[in-house]
């Protein structure tokens, strides 16, 4: 007959050598499908299945060559600087959507459209659950996501390909079922493991570190996007309907000299006087901005003062064509301005009219 000390050492074992079998048996593809249905199903409520689950090793390149169109397209931040990314089609990302607004996905499948930054906003907690879960999973089956969360959207498949460089990537394409006639995919990529020569050293080398480079030259030869801002106004949207060519919208007073330089998505990079030079209008720049621009323009000083607007035109229409540099300051007969002392040199940029 076993003694009691016995029984236990045998179920130690026993637990230990099942724990090990579920890791060999918990596969990443497998891990990923549990964490996305668990987490559609405790967090929105909604019975999403995944019908199947597609792995490849691509080039980034490739990557964003075969991605739905449109698509919502995140990129993802991740340990060394090297980012992943997650992609969603528009029937996946319409789903995430209805569920959080409505409490429910619609049977019909919804129109196609372009994704936009609400629609990113919607999917960053499906990014921060699934991944929640996949930490959760034994041994290899969630450590590849470790240290990946939600970063940013990208507006389209070129811009990721430049993000991501030109490392080799695991791609996982998961078919999901919605519904009867609801059916979306999820595309997962994050950097494929690289094999050490030395088996000792592949766990102290920093993850990403071969890849650095790469995506350096590569953001630093994308193309950089900004916007001059000059205040932010808000409108009745009946009014906002009713806008023709020709009405002038009422601006407050000072804007011309607290513009803000902008990159996508609305952070402040510079503060500037909008001017004209030769009949061109044009900016000099101040300085550096300072801290983010949100869509309701906070942080944009009293260039961003909402007075109330009546649900009434704000102007008559406007006949003749207006000089877009008509009225604005010459900025070549301007010297340095005041606040610019210690800032970089101020400089002019011509903007065609």
């Not at 609400?118 to 240290?147: H, I, K, N, S, Y």
């Not at 952070?267 to 500037?272: D, L, Y």
Request: glycine content about 12%.
């Amino acid at each position: 007959m076993d003694k009691p000390g016995e029984q236990t050492v045998l179920r130690r074992k026993a637990r230990a050598a099942r724990a090990a079998h579920e890791a060999r048996a918990m596969s990443p593809e497998r891990a990923l499908r549990l964490a996305l249905e668990r987490w559609a199903g405790g967090e929105l409520g909604v019975m999403l299945s995944v019908t199947g689950v597609e792995t490849r090793t691509e080039l980034a390149g490739t990557l964003a060559a075969d991605l739905p169109d449109p698509a919502l397209i995140l990129l993802l931040d991740g340990p060394g600087d090297v980012p992943g990314a997650l992609v969603l089609d528009p029937q996946l990302s319409a789903a995430l959507v209805e569920a959080q607004t409505m409490g429910r996905v619609s049977p019909r499948p919804a129109p196609p459209r372009a994704p936009t930054r609400t629609d990113a906003a919607m999917a960053a907690p499906m990014v921060a659950g699934v991944f929640a879960r996949l930490a959760d999973m034994p041994a290899e089956a969630g450590q590849w996501v470790q240290g990946y969360r939600y970063g940013a959207m990208v507006e389209d498949a070129r811009a990721l390909s430049l993000a991501l460089g030109t490392g080799d990537y695991r791609v996982m394409r998961l078919g999901c079922d919605l519904g009867p006639d609801r059916a979306g995919e999820l595309v997962l990529a994050l950097p494929a493991p690289r094999p050490s020569a030395d088996p000792d050293a592949a766990g102290d080398a920093e993850p990403g570190a071969a890849a650095r480079p790469a995506l350096r030259d590569s953001l630093l030869a994308a193309p950089a996007r900004l916007d001059a801002v000059l205040c932010r106004v808000s409108v009745p949207l009946s009014q906002m309907h009713g806008l023709r060519p020709g009405e002038v919208l009422a601006l407050p007073a000072g804007v011309l000299n607290a513009a803000r330089l902008e990159a996508v998505p609305g952070r402040a990079v510079a503060r500037a006087t909008l001017g004209q030079i030769r009949g061109q209008r044009a900016l000099r720049l101040h300085g550096t901005g300072q801290g983010a621009v949100t869509p309701g323009g906070e942080g944009m000083g009293e260039a961003t003062a909402r007075p109330p607007v009546p649900d009434t035109p704000v102007a008559p229409p406007v006949p003749a064509r207006i000089d877009p540099a008509a009225g604005l300051p010459d900025l070549s007969e301007f010297g340095p301005p005041e606040d610019a002392a210690g800032d970089d040199p101020p400089a002019a940029g011509a903007v065609p009219g």
